[in-house]
Structures are given as C-alpha cells and as structure tokens.
C-alpha cells in the first residue's frame, strides 16, 4: 500500500468530514470506513518485529490505561499470583498438603467441578469439606504442575494418586484448580475434573 502524501488536502478532508457522521451514529460509508483507522505516533515500523525472547508490555505498564474499555487489574497488596501459586505447587509436591491452606483469606471460597456443583464459602466450612473427603480417601501420591499465572491469580494441574477407604479402589484423577488472589491471599478456588 502506498503512503499517503501529506500535500493531498482532499484525503484529509474526505476523512475529517467522516469523522462526525461515524459519531453521531450514521451508517459508514466507504469514507469514513476508510478513515476508522486513526494514524498512530507511536507505531513502530512497518515490518518491525520484537526482539527475541522479549514480551510485549501490558497496557498498563506502556502508559495505554486508559483505552477504551481497557482498565488496569490489580490483585492489590501483599503477595502476587506468581508467589502464591509457586507456594502452593512447592507445599503440595512436597507432601504438606494442609499447609496450603495458610494461603487462603478467612474467607475464601471453594468450588467443586462437575458431579459436585457445589461451593463451600469461608475457611472454616472449606476446611471441613477438605477433612469429610480425606476420611474418604487416602492420598497414594499426586504431583502439581504449575503455577499458570494471570492477571487475577493462577492455576494449577493436579495429579492424584488415591484409594477409596470404603472399598479399597484406587484411582488417578486429573483436575486443574483455578484460584484468585486478592491482597495477597487466595480468596476463591474452583476445581475443574478431566474427564
């Protein structure tokens, strides 16, 4: 596509005049579909490619926060998703399962996946769920993968190795547990099953 020459004073004006009939809710026309892209100053060059192995930076951190329907997120203070969820991951492969739930804010809630369709809200109804199925079960083994980090908090893909007391079964479950993090703590976890 051919650059646009600054001494053509009927392009501008063709996209000028376009302008207020796309704001004011009029049908776009061929103008002003031509005109909805607006130049950038800061567009890097054409054919400009990151560095390797570099990331993009976040709207936020660019000085872009204020896009249209763009906001920061913020989990707030105290310990990041990323510090949480490598906690997390460390205590459940090292077999201190019940330490993760020094993790938890006093009133986070958990959500079991499919077959349950239930959520148990503050720690100490959370708590009891977790005591009722660990007199149900006993844990063989399991690992933790992860953390997987977002922008509110992060997951973790869990492998469990565990036998049934009642019957003395075993099984392997697979699930992924999604937790949010605010100010520090995990105040919500969901556990979602691979079936």
Known sequence: MAKKSKSAPTKKKTATSAKPARAGGASKGKAASKSAKPASK?????????AKGSKPKSAASNGNAGGPGMRPVSTGSGASPMELGSRLVTLFNAGQIAECEALWDADVVSCEGVGVGLEWSGRK??????????SKHTMLGGAAEGPFVGSTGFAVKFRLHVKVNETGAEMVMNEVGVYTVRNGKIVREEFMYGM
Not at 42 to 49: L, R
Not at 125 to 134: G, H, T
């Open 42 to 50: 800061k567009a890097p060059a054409k054919g400009a490619a990151p």
């Open 125 to 134: 109804a959370v708590e009891a769920k977790n005591a009722e199925w660990s």
